[in-house]
């Protein structure tokens, strides 16, 4: 990026973010830093807040790592700049790429490391592997630590033991995990309320949107974690969206006439709760990067009507979006289609427009399941649905699209 090109995307963000003060969605407990231009002018940078009960404060912004970071060091720096802190990757995203180029920013800039609240996950479960797997992450970073240390995608809270602790206390004493938690894309709320009742969860990335979070269940768990101290990552926050709704239109004009986007607007109502510490976005450009730091910086926050409005989008559109509950279609279902899994990689190709991470990971499942999944009876699986999705048209829809 030419000098002058960067000039035009620093004035264009704060154009955009409005004057750099701490917004109205700033609650008691969150705080805005600030960084120096060369000139000595002084800039606000994204807010924290606390992460649960550790006594480390994060971003609320998180940049997620899925992309391909080796190539984006600009887009690190310029991150880190703006007071994203919170980097979040796992070993498996981008076959290791995404953590290799955390490591070619450390080996570049060593001084940064201390700036930055660093999350990698596991995706193997037993103890001697997910050391195997911690070492390599460390090595690929180039670090000695990480400040966080997930499960990666668990949908049950029986996939973590007594083994899982006593490897969690063992990696702390040899400092090379601060803390220790897991993601997880179905089940959501058993496993987050499971996590509630253990002493040793220190953190919890979960899909948490504006489709989700009136849902008594997710309240709940939400409740349970906060009392706990768990530190909760909100991710999917898009929560997908259509047009084919009533409640569309009204929704981006009222969003436009407060000078944020759709995309912004579902970010902030995220924020509205306090307990939720972070967002993770995943910010593989500059345009991106910017909206998403404009509305965490921004100073109007969602109004009750718009909260309203999303909540009545949420619940006429509730058919078009997968809550996760895996549990409930996979009892139904006499073969083992993953239909959750499935779900999440269409929500990818269709929501996100990420055709090429959809497609890849559609590409995982056995050549068995691929050949069947468009021809699997769903009827008992859709009569028990509480989104009341299509299930077999999504899946037949998957097997032609992501082929």
Known sequence: MSKKQNQFSRRDFLKTAGAATVGSLLGASETMGK????????????PTRPFGKTGARVSVL????????PSNQLLLKQALKWGVTYWDTADCYEGGGSERGIGKF????????EKLFIVTKSDARDPRSMTRLLNRSLERMKTDYVDLYFAHGISSIDELDDDTRAWAEKAKAEAKIKFFGFSTHSNMEECMLEAAKLSWIDGIMMTYNYRLMNKSKMQEAVAACTE???GLTAMKTQGGWSSDSSSAAKLVDSFIQKGFTDKQARLKAVWENPNIASVCSQMPNLTILMSNVAAAMGRTSL????????DQYARETASNYCAGCSNICQTALAEDIPVADVMRYLMYHQSYDDY????????RLSPDIRERIGNVDYSLAENRCPQGIPIGKAMRKAQKLLA
């Open 35 to 46: 960084i120096s231009e060369g000139s000595g002018t002084e800039l606000a940078v994204v």
């Open 62 to 69: 998180s940049l997620g790592g899925m992309f391909d970071i």
């Open 106 to 113: 450390f080996a570049k800039y060593p001084e940064n490391r």
């Open 228 to 230: 706990a101290g768990i």
């Open 303 to 310: 109004s009750a009507r718009d909260l309203h409005l999303l």
């Open 356 to 363: 090429d991470r959809a497609r890849s990971l559609y590409a």
